[in-house]
Each structure stands twice: as C-alpha cells, then as structure tokens.
C-alpha cells in the first residue's frame, strides 16, 4: 500500500476542518432516489435540509436554497438502527480488556446498565457508522437469566469530535434484558450452579419479578402512609428499582430466545407479569407466527451471518424477518454478539440479507429504520427523514443492501461522521 | 419483490421419486448418467472466455462437450434440454477452504473432528476418515453453488493432517474424493498452535511453531534419503538392502517436499506470512497461503514468488487479533500486485452458502468482477492442482455448474441450481433442497404454510 504523503494528510485534515465546520451549520442532502421512509413518494429526486442537528425541511426535487452545504448521493436513507448489538460495551479485539457485555459473576446482575461500559471511543463503533448504522440499542450479553439494562445510543465515526457516553445516549435506560435458552445453563452448569436447566433460568427471573412486585408494594405502602416514618422507609434495592423499570411498563423487557419452546417461555412470563415484551434473536419465530402474533411481542430478528454453533440456532433461516414481517409483527433487525471472527457486526449486511430473502427492499428498509424506532420508541427522533427529527442521514452510490454498492457519507445529529476517500 | 418465474424444464421423475426427492432433498448420485444433456438461454461465464449471452453447453458422460453462442453450435436431437433462458451459468464454485462434514451441524464437541488436540505435529493423520458425508453441510455448500471442496482438518496444530479434495456428492468419501487425488497438507502458525502454551506445552511462541515445522521437514528430508538410499540400493540389485521402517507422518511429509502435496497453509499476520515463505523456501515446497488477513501487506513479496493467497473474507476486523488488520480492500490490492487470489469460505466460519457474498465483499472493496469469478472457481481449482478438470467450462473438463437467477453479485441472486459432473446436486424448487439455502432442514415439515409468491419457493 502507498503511504499518502505528510503533506498530503495534512491538506486533507484542513480541508475536512474547515468543512465539518460548515457541514455543522447548515446542509443540504441532494438525492437521486430519496427514501424518506414515511412520505409518500419514495426513490424520487428530493432534498433534506439540515440545520443544527435537525431536519428543517424535506422537499422533492433538487432545488437548494442559497446557504448551504450541498451533499450528493444517489440513494439516500435514514440512519440505519442496530435494534441490539452488544458493539460499544463488547470492542473489535475479543479479549478481555475490551469486553464487558456479560457481568457472569451472578445470573441475576438487573441493576448492571450498559451505560456505565459503553465506550465511545470503541473502534468498533466507528467501524458499523462507516456502513450507516448512526442508532444502535446496546444490550448486556447473553449468559444472565436477568442481564440488566440495555441503552440506546447515537454511533460516532471517524470524522467525529468529542461526543460523551451521556451525550449520545439516546435513552440511557432503554430495557430490562432477560435471557433463556443454552447460554445461562450452559455457563453456570459448568460451575455447579443456577441455573444447570431452563426451568432454573425461568424460575430465576420469576422470582426476580415477584422480589420486585412485593418491592413496589412496600415502597407504594409506605408512600401511601400518612405520616411517612423515615424509620420505616424501606431500603433501596437497585437491582428491584430496575425490575420494577418493566414491571411498570416504563421500558420494555427484551427476552432473547431462539427455540420456539423459549419464546413460548418468554410470553408465557411476559403475561404472567404483564411485561412490554419484545423478543430479540427469535430464531424459530418462523415456526410459531401465530403465537408471537397473538402475544403482541415485537421480534428484534437475527442475525443471520453469524455462525450457527448451538443446537438452539441450528434451525435459522435467512426467512424468518420476512416469515414474521408478513404475519404482521413488527420486525427490527439486530446484529448481537459472536466472539470469534464475527460476521454479523455490520446491521446494513444483515438488512441486505433480509432484503434479499423475502423481506424485499423496503421492507428490509424500514425494519433497519422506522420500524425499529417505532419498537425502541425512539420514532420521535429517528427512524425517518423529517422536519424535526434527528438529522441521521446515509448516502449511497447504488441500492444501500447491494454488497457491491458503497457508503459514500453519514451524517450523524447534523455532523459529517464518515466520507469515503 | 421480484417474482421469478420458473420456465426451467421440470425432470421426469415417477411419483415415487418426487416424493422421496421432497421429503430428504436431491439425490446424490455419484455416477454420470449416459444421456447428453444441453442447458440453452443463460447468460454463460466461462471464466476461460469472455461471458456468452445466450449460450448454449452440452454435456456428455459428465463431461463438458462444448460451450458457446446458441446457433455456434449443435446439439444432438435426443439430447435432455434444460431451458436457462434469463439465467445466468457459471462454473460450479471451488472452495479452497473449508471443513464441512469435518466439522458437522451444528458444531457442537460430538460432530467436530477438525483439531486433533493431542499434540501440535500430526501429518500422518487423514480428512477422509473424519468427514461425513451425510452432514448439512455438504448440502448447504451445493445450496452456495459449491462443487469442489478442499477439506481441511483444523488451525489448532502446527502440521494439522491431510486434506481432501472432493466433490460434493455421493454417499460415502470414497464417491466424493476425486480419482488420482491425494489432497494437501494443511499447517498453521500465528496465534491459533499456540493454544498449546494454555496447557503448559510447546508450542508457546511463534518460534517454536517454526522451530516445530523446521524439524519434522528436516526429518522427513533424513526419511526420504534413506528411502532414496534403499531404493537405489534395491535397484541395484542388492540383496542384504534393509527397508527403512515406514513413518507414516514422514511419508506424508515427503509427498510435500516432493510436490505432490500442496502446502494448505492457515496464517493472518503479515510476519507469520513471511515466515511461512521463509519455511516453504528452506524446504522447496508448493505453499498456499490460507486466510492471509495481511497478505495485502506483503503483496509484492508474495507476486514474485508467484505464492497464491485463498482469502476467507469477513465483515469486520477482530475477534481475534491477528485479523485486527482486515480490510475490505485486500483482494483488489492483491489483485493489483499480480498474486492469484481465491475466496473461500473457512465453513463454519463463513457458511458455504454465503461464499457468492464473501466475493461480492472483495468486488465492494475494488476487485474486479472478472477477478472475483476467477478466484471463486479456477484460480482455486489451480491452488489444489485441478485447474485442467474443474474450475472453468471448457470442452473435456467436468460438467460443474451453477445455474443463477441474476447476476453472480446480486443480493437479490438465487443459487437456482448446482451441477456435478452432469448431475443436479441442488434444485431450489425442491422443498427439501431450499431449506438447505434458508436454513430451516431439519424442521421443514413444520414450516408454516406462508406465500410461495413472496418467500422462499418463488426463487
């Protein structure tokens, strides 16, 4: 490879410096074929306009007002979102320094946030944004029956300046994470302890919801209580106050599981509890539509490049986001976690794969971007391309699924995050 | 959507067959059959050629008998006609990589046979007697487009065993192995022997990896002279000449320094690169380099020395971390400084019915369409010595090939068909067969009832 000269590098930091400052104010998005998601013409020339972070406009055409930044593309989406990845606490390297997706020092860790391991800074991190992913929900590994609290967080790239953990933080507590199926078992069992079995693992986490029911009572008792007794105050638990997160409904709680055995587990306790389910992985979801369908469950689906080395994911099929999408659940697609040599980090590949395997384009489109949003509850800010929403924008040479089409810019809260050389 | 209509014409089959065909996929024949067959209408790449729209092959005993534009040639009238009109035909697929069968589904301890964990040095040891032929996997990589494998025993060991080349087809290895083929001989360095160290036993160091390689050639150099030595004294007519006690590993090891085994060669880091030509050098031996994470790094070195690389291409730097330097423009700066590059698929690392994908990766990082073709069939067909049987369709190689619905780079492309040496391996149309390309064989039956027009059967 040629080295660019000293030179070379330091013309092109200038002339970046200069444009991030001015992409900063004011820009505006030319595409060929405009997928704003929620309008009604999609892939037709039109125009974001952006300022300060947000959209300000969006129209058809290609007329720009005086005052701006013009970018190109020939295709234009919205950022894309990552419904849950472990990218951000887990880092490129896969040794221990840089993993912390899976506290697996107990199998009920509810009050560990993904917060306080999420690093900014991960390589990993500017590595998916350079593919478009500007959302991603990071989540607590696989290993907990109760694994804590997933947030949901803006993607930095390599052109990006300064942001902290709280200040990409889209919602810092975004979910409480249950686990079922091989991985709690498996990695306990082998220690001679809880759980060696999926009752144990289901038991668990019933036990940690009715801890937390009985913690709300009391807490509800003693604020009900007309002269509020300090004495009497009960202690504070974190692990129940977050529990308590979904048991109230204020976040929704995502069970990842992949036979349909342990998805039927995940609705069975979801409406024991009256939990806001959300299924994550649901690799046999294709099996049981009907029941997932009927629970009201939305299904975070995939991934589909990942190896498929349990006897739990043995069934995937690259059909079950479609299979699913078409029984009329709503579907967002996710990446995960796989340890060694991944595959499955990038969500735009895993969104092509979908596209390409009965989901189609827009339906892969909009699983990576509105529909996403619309599940996480963060449609308000992203998902779509809109005046008043976050300012997350992917330009495309060609069709965004097609591998041999390029990223060419992201845009990430207004801000130039990537351009391709 | 794009529905995609299917014009192709359906086998004649009694009910018998088609049910069983069903229930348990596309048989595996083994055995050309005697009736020619021609494939009309596809867009064809013959890789030796420029691409032919509307083509035409003709296919005898196995055999490919030609290949050209529909009216440049002639096709006998009892011949079985396979309309491909709107397709696309291209060789079948040869991976240079990839422990199918070795490594069973799912890959859970009862079904892996890839690392032989007693010890790092094990050349006497054999695929064929752990791969099986039965496993999912041999059907997902037709499911791919895949057609020849080389099989590998795994990464853990320094000299890790004997590989295999194979089709993939047939009931037993012996039906799948291809006739006069010993296969090569697989070896590793940089990060994965070293796993040893955890015990306490060498090999800790990348040294000793090199160290341990250096010595078992060295011996195997003292093995064959006096192989040598006794042969010649035999030919001469000496009567009291004592035969050398056989060494199993050694003569394994002789093959390697005699050019009939092609070194098969797992190394990431552009260091354990170079000391792997530095090896191959010392002992005069045919070397393939194998995942090659760096190669891009040490490309002019390894175009002089004419050392092709087999690239297993992933989606994203790490998870261990010699490959912490992948790059999305390897092959295309491969391709540029005049090394042969093939793209394999490491099955289970990349599932083999994704390799179309891997090479549509290395197209997105700036390689040439012509030149990812090329290192999805005959470049890899050279690095295991088959390039005068497989890997392009050519009159008098074997009739493997794949019939595509669009082309071989498109995200929206089904591996429609896959073709061995005459015979159909995969029809996606077959129930049975598509689950092997959408996951789900081993709950077909309880599939639910979904729209054929939208998913699945339609492609």
């Given at each position: 490879m040629t080295r660019p000269s000293l030179r070379c590098v330091l013309l092109s930091v200038v002339v970046l410096a200069s444009s991030h400052t001015v992409l900063a104010q004011k820009i505006a998005v030319v595409a060929?074929?405009?997928?704003?998601?929620?309008?009604?013409?999609?892939?037709?020339p039109g125009v974001i306009l952006i300022e300060n972070g947000k959209i300000t406009a969006v129209h058809m055409g290609s007329n720009v007002p005086a005052g701006y930044t013009v970018m190109h593309a020939v295709y234009v989406t919205p950022g894309l979102i990552?419904?849950?990845?472990t990218a951000g606490i887990s880092?490129?390297?896969?040794i221990p320094a840089d993993q912390?997706?899976?506290?697996?020092?107990?199998?009920?860790?509810?009050?560990?946030?993904a917060l306080d391991s999420f690093?900014?800074?991960?390589m990993l991190l500017e590595y998916i944004n350079t593919y478009g992913i500007t959302t991603i929900q990071a989540a607590p590994g696989i290993?907990?029956?109760?694994a804590g609290q997933a947030g949901i967080f803006k993607t930095v790239g390599p052109k990006t300046v300064g942001p902290t953990v709280d200040q990409l933080a889209?919602?810092?507590?975004s979910a409480i994470v249950f686990n079922l199926g091989e991985s709690p078992k498996e990695f306990y069992g082998k220690k001679d302890k809880?759980?060696?079995?999926r009752m144990m693992t289901a038991a668990i986490i019933r036990e940690g919801l009715l801890n937390a029911q009985a913690y709300q009572k009391k807490w509800a008792d003693w604020n009900a209580s007309?002269?509020?007794?300090p004495t009497k105050q009960p202690s504070r638990d974190l692990k129940l106050e977050a529990i308590s997160l979904a048991l109230r409904g204020d976040v929704p709680a995502i069970f990842n599981a992949y036979r349909a055995d342990d998805i039927d587990t995940a609705i069975r306790l979801a409406q024991e509890f009256k939990l806001k389910l959300i299924l994550s992985?649901?690799?046999?979801?294709y099996l049981e539509t009907q029941v997932i369908k009927q629970s009201g469950a939305a299904a975070l689906v995939?991934?589909?490049?990942?190896?498929?080395?349990?006897i739990e994911t043995?069934?995937?099929?690259?059909?079950d986001a479609a299979i699913l999408a078409q029984a009329g659940i709503a579907v967002a697609l996710m990446t995960g976690f796989e340890n060694y040599?991944?595959?499955?980090?990038v969500l735009l590949f895993e969104a092509g794969v979908a596209a390409g395997n009965g989901l189609g384009f827009e339906g892969a489109l909009r699983a990576s971007t509105i529909d996403a949003a619309e599940i996480l509850g963060i449609a308000d800010r992203v998902g779509s391309l809109e005046?008043?929403?976050?300012?997350?924008v992917v330009l495309y040479?060609?069709?965004?699924?097609?591998?041999?089409?390029?990223?060419t810019a992201v845009v990430v809260n207004g801000k130039l995050s990537y351009q391709r050389e | 959507m794009l529905a995609v209509s299917i014009v192709l014409q359906p086998l004649t089959l009694n009910a018998q067959e088609a049910a069983l065909n069903a229930a348990t996929g596309t048989p595996r024949i083994a055995r050309p059959s005697d009736q020619v067959l021609v494939v009309r209408g596809a867009k064809i790449y013959?890789?030796?050629?420029p691409p032919i729209e509307n083509g035409v092959v003709i296919v005898r005993a196995g055999k490919i008998e030609a290949v050209g534009a529909a009216g440049s040639i002639t096709a006998p009238t009892d011949a079985r006609v396979i309309d491909a009109t709107g397709k696309v035909l291209m060789p079948g697929i040869v991976d240079t990589h990839s422990h199918i069968g070795i490594i069973?589904?799912?890959?859970v301890a009862a079904n892996v046979?890839?690392?032989?964990?007693?010890?790092?040095?094990?050349?006497?040891?054999?695929a064929i007697d752990a791969i099986?032929?039965?496993?999912?996997g041999v059907r997902i990589a037709n499911a791919g487009g895949i057609t020849t494998a080389n099989i590998m025993p795994g990464s853990?060991?320094?000299?890790g065993g004997q590989t295999a080349y194979v089709?993939?087809?047939?009931?037993?290895i012996e039906e799948m192995l291809i006739p006069g083929t010993i296969g090569g001989m697989k070896m590793a360095n940089g990060?994965?022997?070293?796993?040893?160290g955890r015990r306490?036993?060498?090999?800790?160091t990348r040294m000793e990896v090199a160290a341990l390689a250096r010595r078992e050639y060295t011996k195997a150099q003292e093995y064959k002279r006096k192989w040598d030595d006794y042969n010649k004294a035999v030919a001469a007519g000496s009567k009291d000449a004592k035969a050398p006690e056989r060494d199993l590993g050694l003569e394994a090891l002789v093959q390697v320094l005699d050019g009939k085994r092609i070194v098969q060669h797992h190394t990431h880091r552009a260091d354990d690169i170079m000391t792997v030509v530095r090896i191959a050098d010392e002992f005069h031996y045919r070397v393939v380099i194998h995942h090659?994470?760096?190669?891009y790094l040490v490309a002019e070195e390894l175009a002089k020395r004419h050392i092709p690389v087999t690239l297993t291409i992933v989606?994203?730097?790490?998870?261990k971390l010699e490959a912490m330097?992948?790059?999305?423009?390897a092959a295309a700066i491969l391709e540029k400084a005049g090394v042969k590059v093939a793209i394999n698929t490491d099955d289970d690392i990349n599932?083999?019915?994704f390799i179309l994908r891997e090479a549509a990766l290395a197209v997105r990082g700036g390689m040439s369409e012509q030149g990812a073709l090329r290192a999805l069939t005959i470049n890899g067909a050279e690095m295991l010595d088959l390039g005068d049987r497989v890997g392009t369709l050519e009159k008098?190689?074997?009739a493997d090939f794949v019939i595509l619905?669009?082309?071989?780079?498109?995200?929206?492309?089904?591996?429609?068909e896959t073709w061995i040496e005459g015979e159909k391996?995969?029809?996606?149309?077959?129930p049975a067969d598509l689950r092997y390309a959408t996951g789900g064989y081993d709950v077909a039956g309880r599939?639910?009832?979904?729209?054929a027009a939208t998913v699945g059967g339609a492609q």
């Open positions: 060929d074929k405009l997928y704003t998601i929620t309008s009604e013409a999609q892939g037709q990552d419904a849950k990845t880092g490129a390297y896969n912390d997706q899976d506290e697996q020092s107990e199998p009920n860790t509810a009050d560990v946030r690093n900014p800074r991960e290993t907990n029956p109760i889209v919602k810092p507590v809880a759980p060696t079995t007309e002269k509020k007794d992985s649901v690799t046999e979801g995939g991934p589909t490049l990942q190896r498929l080395e349990s043995s069934n995937a099929s690259l059909e040599v991944p595959k499955n980090r005046a008043g929403k976050d300012a997350d040479d060609g069709d965004p699924f097609e591998y041999t089409s390029h990223v | 013959p890789i030796s050629g069973g589904n799912p890959p046979d890839a690392n032989e964990g007693s010890g790092p040095v094990q050349p006497q040891l054999r099986n032929p039965s496993a999912a853990g060991n320094v000299i089709k993939l087809r047939g009931q037993t990060e994965n022997p070293k796993h040893y306490d036993q060498a090999p800790m090659g994470s760096e190669a989606d994203s730097p790490g998870g330097n992948v790059n999305e423009h599932s083999s019915r008098g190689k074997d619905s669009g082309p071989p780079f498109g995200v929206y492309t089904k591996v429609l391996v995969f029809d996606r149309r077959n599939y639910p009832k979904f729209d």
